[in-house]
């Protein structure tokens, strides 16, 4: 990944994603551009213009903390973002790029991870920043029970969601859904740029879905740490669950992500027909 074209691309798009109004500025004569203009930037920033366009075009190595806060500020960036110019600016100074390089990759998960896993009695999941989805306990994978009917190993999310058609029934707010697969790739390009895999799945999905390719051309990042989804399984019809995800200390790169259903609600008789289903039924693997 070419550390100058993403500080440009990303710097770019927020600032055609803000009108003058919201940064309560005038807005006199017709406007050639959406959003600011690199002048607007520099002034709210505090900066010379000169300055600022040469950090727009990807020269963020040496920049300190103090003019990072004030791009940041100036383009109104939320805590995903502006940790997302952070690491841009740690990778041009190649700090990030050391880091990144000497850490171990975890393709699996251990046995007794997954031993743990499978104590939990609510759908619970293991995956990695690519949206692999490399561990499940039963319910968890009778719940996502369309990813593994797919050949490939493990399962992916991003595949799923955009190369998958029963992802669309699946997710019955599919574009909500592939915003929030597409921006949680975006944010792990930038913690990782060196990642060969992750690079392969963008190149893949990008030249087979246009979809993918138009949200990825956007640049939104975001960190999703909880939350409510909204499911159809096709068994037991229409879940909205609450999700906690929370990283693994011991295992680099590794989230688990439990999901529960609000007491007395159908989603939670749902998920006792689902446990009832799985039983019954030995459709998925360990993988």
């Known amino acids: 990944m070419d550390n100058r074209s993403e500080v440009r691309e990303f710097l770019t798009s927020r600032r055609a994603k803000i009108t003058p109004a919201q940064a309560g500025l005038p807005v006199a004569g017709r406007r050639r551009v959406p959003g600011l203009r690199r002048s607007e930037v520099a002034a709210l920033a505090g900066m010379s213009v000169e300055y600022y366009a040469k950090l727009e075009?990807?020269?963020l190595a040496?920049?300190?903390a103090?003019?990072?806060?004030?791009?940041?500020r100036a383009l109104r960036l939320d805590d995903a973002e502006r940790a997302h110019l952070l690491r841009l600016a740690h990778e041009a100074d190649g700090s990030n790029a050391i880091l990144r390089r000497r850490r171990p990759r975890q393709p699996t998960v251990r046995p007794r991870l997954q031993g743990m896993l499978d104590t939990i009695t609510a759908p619970a999941i293991i995956g990695n920043h690519r949206s692999d989805l490399l561990?499940?306990?039963h319910l968890g994978r009778a719940m996502y029970h369309d990813l593994?009917?797919?050949?490939a190993r493990p399962p992916n999310f991003a595949r799923f969601t955009f190369l998958d058609s029963a992802a669309r029934r699946f997710f019955p707010d599919w574009d909500l859904a592939a915003d929030m697969?597409?921006?949680n790739l975006r944010t792990a390009a930038g913690q990782d740029p060196h990642d060969k895999d992750l690079h392969d799945l963008v190149g893949e999905l990008s030249t087979r879905n246009d979809d993918f390719r138009r949200r990825w051309a956007a640049h939104d990042v975001r960190t999703h740490g909880t939350g409510v989804k909204h499911f159809h399984h096709h068994v037991v019809g229409d879940l909205t669950l609450a999700?906690?995800?929370m990283d693994l200390r011991a295992e680099p790169d590794l989230s688990m992500t439990i999901y529960t259903a609000e007491p007395g609600s159908p989603?939670?008789?749902a998920l006792r027909l689902l446990a009832s289903w799985t039983a019954t039924h030995p459709h998925t693997e360990h993988t």
């Not at 103090?66 to 940041?72: E, K, Q, R, T």
């Not at 593994?148 to 050949?151: A, E, L």
């Open 57 to 59: 075009r990807g020269s």
């Open 62 to 64: 040496g920049v300190s």
């Open 66 to 72: 103090g003019v990072l806060d004030a791009i940041a």
């Open 135 to 137: 561990a499940a306990n």
């Open 148 to 151: 593994y009917t797919g050949p």
């Open 181 to 183: 697969t597409v921006a």
């Open 243 to 245: 999700y906690e995800s």
């Open 267 to 269: 989603s939670e008789d």
